[in-house]
Every structure is written in structure tokens, then in C-alpha cells.
């Protein structure tokens, strides 16, 4: 139980477009998706906190305009990185919590890399 | 303010031999505390966590940890490591009724 898909894996985008990541919780109802970036030999940096049919909580420096969420449903959040540039280019991890907030169950994680 | 430490970036045993990746944190009240691995280019894996009741507590493919409040730990142990078990090893904590905060990471490598 508790398995939290990402789509894609990876992918290659050339500078300037948006590239769209979806979060889904395949095996219970997610209340709560979390969205982390992990920059190389480092740890997660939480960006932001989504709760289905609400606006997402930004965490201090992340930029709402451009890292776009929606959670539209309790099995399905979405990132979207508007106008991309190389220094966007990390790994995103999703995470979800059901109604047993107290853990978090993560995705695989999608590669992005912006040319 | 919250917050965790793994002191080693890099932890090395031979395989058979037991393992420990240290965690320590600092919170005000009392923590939920977890344990997570990341295998390369892929995302964390929960193995187990603390909430309240008997401070040694047992998670996936045989690692438990114990919770020690006076020294403010929670060190993640197998007594027998696994070549397979090396990957990244993160800590977090979260407080009541807030997020996540992880610590940096442990890498652990089991040599043959």
C-alpha cells in the first residue's frame, strides 16, 4: 500500500518552455502533497504544501508565478515549471500523506534538465 | 527552531558486519521522527518511524532505531549489513502539526 507515482521520469526541455510533473497517490486518498527539490548530494527543500481543492503554501523563497500546483483531486497534484531556465533543472520529488498525516510517502522522483 | 543532524556524510562497514547511521535532532515538544532511503535517481523510501511508545522501534529489511529523548537521537542500526543496503540514508523529523524537515543525508556503503 501507500505507492505515490510521478510522470514522468525524467525530462529534457529546451530553455523557456513549461514542463508539467504529475503527482499521483495510486493506492489511498491524498489530503496533503508535498513538492521537493533536491539539488545533487544534498538533502529535500520543501517548495511548497498543496491540499486538494486549495491553493498551495509556498515555502519562503520559491516562487509561486513560476513553480505553478494544483491539486485537483485526492489522488492527483500537479507541478508545473513555467518558462524554464538551466538553474531549474534538479530533481522533484513528490510526496503524499492520507488521512494518517504523521507519514509521508514519496514518489520516485522525475530529472529535470533544462538546455 | 527545529531541526536534524546526521553528523557523518559517509558511513563505510563491510558486509555482516552491523551498521549505524547517526541522527540527532533538537524540537520543541515531543518529535515524530522518521527514517528514509534513497537508492540513486529515485525517490525516498520510508523504513520506519517514531511517534510514541517503546523507544526501540523495527522498520523494512531489518533496520530498527532507537529513540533516546536524553540525548535528543534517533540512530538508525542493522545488526548485519547487506551490500544492497547502501544508499542514502535521511532522518527527518516533524514536529506537530508541521512539515517535514530533513537532515542532510548519510551515505552508507557496504563494501564485500
Partial sequence: GAV????PSWVICKSGTSVKIECRSLDFQA???FWYRQFPKQSLMLMATSNEGSKATYEQGVEKDK?????A?????TLTVTSAHPEDSSFYICSAAGTETDTQYFGPGTRLTVL | AQSVAQPEDQVNVAEGNPLTVKCTYSVSGNPYLFWYVQYPNRGLQFLLKY????NLVKGSYGFEAEF???QT?????KPSALVSDSALYFCALRPYGQNFVFG??????VLP
Fill in chain 2, 73 to 77: 537521537s534517533f540512530h538508525l542500526k
Fill in chain 1, 67 to 71: 513553480f505553478l500546483i494544483n491539486h
Fill in chain 2, 51 to 54: 511517534i510514541t511508545g517503546d
Fill in chain 1, 73 to 77: 483531486s485526492l489522488t492527483l497534484s
Fill in chain 2, 104 to 109: 542532510p543525508g548519510t551515505r552508507l556503503s
Fill in chain 2, 68 to 70: 533516546n529523548k536524553s
Fill in chain 1, 4 to 7: 505515490v507515482s510521478q510522470h
Fill in chain 1, 31 to 33: 489530503t496533503t502533497m
